[in-house]
């Protein structure tokens, strides 16, 4: 009969990989993280160029309906400066 001690799982700490094997894992870890990098700008720089452009959009539709309030204002202002010509030249008339 054999007496001792059985070892079922163990954790080994502080081991250290060859630099052949560790630095191509290294390397291919930092090109990842890069790329997810730049693909984050980008997205980011498209999503600023929407915003941009929506900004754009919405100065130019306050600009057309500030233009347009201001050519029904003339509109209106023509129209009640004849009505009061026509009201005058009326009364004079008979």
């Known amino acids: 009969m054999k007496k001792g001690i059985l070892v079922k799982a ?28 730049y693909l984050r700008e ?25 233009a347009d309030t201001a050519r029904t204002n003339a509109i209106q202002q023509v129209t009640r400066n004849n009505k009061s010509r026509s009201s005058v030249h009326n009364a004079t008339s008979k």
Do not use: F, G
Not at 11 to 36: G, H, M, Y
């Open 10 to 37: 163990a954790l080994i700490s502080e081991i250290e990989p060859p630099t052949k094997i560790s630095e191509p894992i290294r390397q291919r870890e930092i090109a990842i993280q890069t790329s997810e990098k």
């Open 42 to 66: 980008i997205e980011r720089a498209h999503t600023d160029a929407n915003v941009a452009q929506q900004r754009k959009m919405q100065d130019q539709r306050v600009r057309i309906v500030a």
